[in-house]
């Protein structure tokens, strides 16, 4: 076996190379959607206390070092995109559990499935959402297999002025015992939504249709979703679905087995 003698250039390339690292946290935060423009790395600083042809020279070796092995920046950001992905996630659990009692148990809420059930799901939906409307199927096989589940329907309209008539409008529902059948209906609708549509389906399911547009201004269902937004904001949910299950937030729609798993992961922790 061959032994490794270190090279002083190298060491202390690498030693300059970490000194380089530490001043990059504009490259770390750029944002994930948006692929931004290949940015010049700023020249590396030497550490205080050497002279200076000596900061020079140290200078010039971490330049060279790090033209000749350009992998060591792509390497240090993606572990550096690793801890703080992990950091947010960290951060993001910590809120769950502060706003568990506002997530699962506010009374206003509409709740599916087993009101009784030992697992809560969470969701954040919107009338307009194709991709909510697409995890109907799924969301309806699991509350009828899974009979310890309950479902938090945490409306969240922000696609357009219609989704907030049609939020409304299901809050207003529960008063006429209707919420149930009425979303089910609503989010069984095809194509985009109207105010026409809207209220043409409170009357297919035999609502009563004047009721509930005076319901629908009750400084309770306006209490719903200021909270429900607040909610959002709190925990960084920008897009519908949206669903928490226990500590795990998913955003976007999940595959009936991908909800199940985390229904079974959930289930033995209790």
Known sequence: MGRYTANPLSALALAGTMIFLAGLPALAD???????????PPAAQAPAGFDEPQKQAIEQIVR????????????????????EKAAAEGQRKQRIEALRAELEHQPD????????GRITIVEFFDYQCGYCKAMKPAMQNILASEKDVRVVMKEFPILSEVSTIAARAALAAQAQGKYAV????????????????IFAAAQEVSLDVERLKADMQAPSVEAVLKRNHMLAERLEIS?????????????????????????????AKL
């Open 30 to 40: 750029t944002p994930k959607t948006e692929t931004a423009p290949a940015a010049t």
């Open 64 to 83: 060279d070092y790090l033209l000749a092995n350009p992998e060591v920046l792509r390497d240090a950001l993606i572990v550096l995109g690793s801890r």
């Open 109 to 116: 809420d509409p709740v599916l499935g087993n009101p009784d």
């Open 182 to 197: 009425f979303h089910d209906r609503l989010m069984g609708h095809r194509g985009r939504l109207s105010e026409e549509a």
């Open 239 to 267: 897009g519908t679905p949206t669903f928490i299950v226990g500590e795990t937030l998913v955003p976007g729609a999940v595959n009936e087995e991908g909800m199940r798993k985390l229904i079974a992961e959930m289930r």
